[in-house]
């Protein structure tokens, strides 16, 4: 879906997924904007497909924090304040913490060859997309090396709950981003670095990387909103 009202044809395999995976890409890359309200009649017709898939895929980004439900009149993209921001890089920095203070007294564990490789590949593009400023492929490269750098440790709850925070970071932090004029260099880029550590096991740098992840992160959206609700 495009906020301008487009959309593409969508498959009818797994359509309920399907439809989720392409609203949430349209929130996270802000084309579909915060505030904005539909409903599942819309979105079905928007796609071609009947109601119940969508009404799935809608109560499932509901459930996952990005749309809210509002009474007899369908769904509306969630508002992410400063505050949800700033309490969400608490509530994920508590977890990262905790993790790290695991690994400093039992390691990291096993380290399989092919997915760091495959994090590699996602710290490489994720790093290029940032240094260039192409917000569009950062979001979605950002995301998945996250998502596999925390899926190494083992845990998929661990891993779920930091997916959805860094997506709803991402959410609030897309159109201050989109404010800028340029955003080459603008955000973090030690992608590379950090899967490097990990690789050599060396926790203490890659407890010192995430944290510089997450205090960039804060100090560039305290500058782009410094009063901002």
């Not at 608490?90 to 390691?107: K, S, W």
């Not at 950002?142 to 959805?164: K, Y």
């Not at 100090?219 to 782009?224: D, F, P, Q, R, W």
Request: glycine content about 8%.
């Amino acid at each position: 879906m495009a906020a301008d009202g487009g959309g593409s044809p969508v498959r009818r395999s797994s359509l309920r997924q399907q439809i989720a995976d392409a609203l949430r890409d349209e929130v996270l890359t802000g084309r579909l904007q915060a505030g904005r309200h539909f409903t599942v009649k819309e979105i079905a017709e928007l796609y071609g497909v009947s109601a119940t898939p969508v009404r799935e895929a809608l109560v499932d980004l509901a459930a996952q924090g990005l749309l809210e439900v509002e009474q007899h009149r369908g769904f509306q993209v969630r508002r992410f304040t400063a505050e949800d921001y700033r309490t969400l890089t608490e509530a994920r920095l508590f977890i990262v913490e905790a993790a790290f203070r695991q690994m400093a007294e039992a390691g990291m564990g096993e380290l399989p060859a092919d997915a760091i490789a495959s994090v590699r590949r996602r710290a490489e593009a994720a790093a290029r997309a940032a240094r260039s400023g192409v917000l569009d492929i950062l979001i979605g490269c950002d995301l998945r090396f996250w998502r596999e750098l925390t899926a190494i440790g083992g845990n998929p709850h661990i891993c779920e709950f930091l997916d959805r925070m860094r997506i709803q970071t991402w959410i609030y932090a897309v159109p201050l981003l989109r404010a800028l004029d340029d955003t080459a260099g603008v955000c973090w880029a030690g992608h590379v670095e950090l899967i490097d550590a990990v690789a050599a096991r060396d926790t203490a740098a890659a407890r010192r990387l995430t944290l510089d992840h997450s205090d960039h992160t804060r100090a560039l959206m305290e500058k782009l909103a410094p009063t901002g609700p």
